[in-house]
């Protein structure tokens, strides 16, 4: 499976943002897919999380609220929404794919190439 996130930028607090998760292969619905990031100088952090299909979902407690994950598997495609952003969400965003409907990132064994994500305040 390869991923390909996009959809970063600069934006200011409070705005928002809309990153997408592109895939490849054919067995895309048997996969959860996370979205993590990492901010400078910190550790990788989870972010949120859809099953295969997009019934079961999680967010990390700090994004709640603000942040929706959605999934189209027409189109092989995981989207995280990004609304009432903060400096603190400032960070690469990573998305990954796992067998396994799971927030921990040792589980995700494909993962994208990070979209930054600046917020201004």
């Known amino acids: 499976v390869q991923l390909q996130a996009s959809g970063g930028g600069l934006v200011q607090a409070g705005g928002s943002l809309r990153l997408s998760c592109a895939t490849s292969?054919?067995?895309?619905?048997?996969?959860?897919v996370g979205w993590f990031r990492q901010a400078p100088g910190k550790e990788r952090e989870f972010v949120a999380s859809?099953?295969?299909?997009?019934?079961?979902?999680v967010y990390a407690t700090s994004v709640k609220g603000r942040f929706t994950i959605s999934r189209d598997n027409a189109k092989n495609t995981v989207y995280l929404q990004l609304n009432s952003l903060k400096p603190d969400d400032t960070a690469v965003y990573h998305c990954?794919?796992?067998?396994?409907?799971?927030?921990?990132?040792?589980?995700?064994?494909?993962w994208g190439q990070g979209t930054e994500v600046t917020v201004s305040s």
């Open positions: 990954a794919a796992s067998g396994i409907f799971s927030r921990d990132a040792v589980k995700y064994d494909f």
């Open positions: 292969g054919r067995t895309f619905s048997s996969y959860a």
């Open positions: 859809i099953d295969g299909s997009g019934t079961t979902i």
